[in-house]
């Protein structure tokens, strides 16, 4: 990988919602690893870590969740890289609260940033899915905009954690060993 993207929406009111689990993925990697200071470029956040000796690029689109593709595309375009070459971490409802899985290419499964990033570079790119899990009453469009509850939140760190060992491991090994890594967590890395 040599670009990794989070995704979420900019701004401190939607800070600790679920649907910024992609930015606050990509911040625990940017931390674990003392990544650059971040800088607007490519119309997000963007800043540079070594992770495991590889050099990579970190971007946190602030073109608001579902024109993620804006950013992603001029950073494809300023850095050359190619889609295969990126790792997009997201927020997943299809996965209960605190399931992580990887994945290569692929459909967006209704996620409106994964959506507009494949119809900006396409498909082929690679997505490290948060599982956030849904709501059992009301609507969707509520739920991912508020916050982890009490039980979510205690766990949330750990799941931070456990998503920048997986994505280290798709930086350093590539993406069918975070597949296995996220298939069957006691993988060793």
Do not use: C
């Not at 997009?88 to 209704?110: C, P, S, W």
């Not at 948060?130 to 009453?137: N, S, V």
């Amino acid at each position: 990988m040599k670009l990794v993207v989070g995704l979420g929406n900019p701004g401190n009111a939607y800070r600790n919602h679920r649907h910024n689990a992609g930015f606050m993925a990509i911040d625990a990697l940017h931390a674990r690893h003392l990544g650059s200071e971040w800088r607007e470029k490519y119309g997000g956040l963007f800043a540079r870590a070594v992770v495991l000796g590889h050099d990579v690029g970190l971007l946190k689109p602030l073109t608001f969740m579902n024109l993620s593709g804006r950013a992603v595309v001029k950073a494809v375009q300023g850095l050359g890289v190619k889609p295969v070459e990126i790792l997009v971490a997201h927020d997943e409802l299809e996965l209960a609260y605190g399931e992580l899985r990887a994945k290569q290419g692929g459909g967006h499964g209704g996620h409106n940033g994964l959506r507009d990033i494949s119809a900006t570079v396409g498909a082929d790119y690679a997505r490290l899915r948060l599982g956030i899990g849904r709501p059992a009453a009301g609507p969707v469009d509520a739920y991912v905009l508020s916050g982890f509850n009490r039980d979510e939140g205690a766990t949330l760190e750990a799941l931070l954690d456990r998503a920048v060992d997986v994505m280290e491991v798709a930086i350093a090994q590539g993406i069918d060993a975070a597949i296995a890594r996220t298939v069957n967590p006691r993988a060793k890395r």
